[in-house]
């Protein structure tokens, strides 16, 4: 397989995995009727930022598989993929916050875990998963405070 097939299989697979898991929960009247703390951005932000993050989400995939396809950084990255893909079918499809919560958690710590396994490995992948753990960062917040106030 060529290097660019790689790279547009791994994209699709995490942006087009990312919009399809969004399209099929999408926040609603539950979501709006929910209290929310005064950092909540407005609910248009979410679907570019999810769609710029899958994009390099992909790519530190693409370059993290053809360095190793049986490496413990794709064994990683594949967790992280997993744990983003469940976050919103139980905070918005099961409305359970709480639960959400503890997935959002694990993932944070595996999202930091692919950061340390490629830093030497290869530190372009490392970078690129630097703006997707700061999000991750700010939505396990924005989650705890919605689980709290509600």
């Not at 209290?35 to 390099?56: E, H, T």
């Not at 064994?75 to 997993?82: E, F, K, P």
Request: charged residues 5%.
């Amino acid at each position: 397989m060529s290097r660019a097939l790689t790279y547009i299989i791994f994209v699709a697979i995490a942006l087009g995995g990312g919009l399809a898991i969004g399209i099929n929960n999408l926040p609603g009247e539950w979501y709006q009727s929910l209290a929310k703390p005064s950092f909540n951005p407005p609910n248009w932000i979410f679907g570019p930022v999810w769609s710029v993050l899958y994009v390099v989400i992909g790519i530190a995939g693409a370059r993290t598989w053809l360095r190793g396809h049986l490496s413990v950084g794709m064994l990683i990255w594949a967790c992280q993929m997993v744990l983003n893909f469940l976050w919103s079918p139980f905070f918005f499809g099961l409305q359970m916050p709480p639960v959400a919560l503890a997935i959002i958690l694990v993932l944070l710590m595996v999202v930091l875990a692919f950061i340390g396994n490629r830093w030497r490995a290869d530190r372009v992948a490392a970078l690129l998963f630097v703006p997707y753990a700061a999000w991750v960062g700010f939505a396990t917040v924005l989650n705890a405070s919605i689980a709290y106030l509600n």
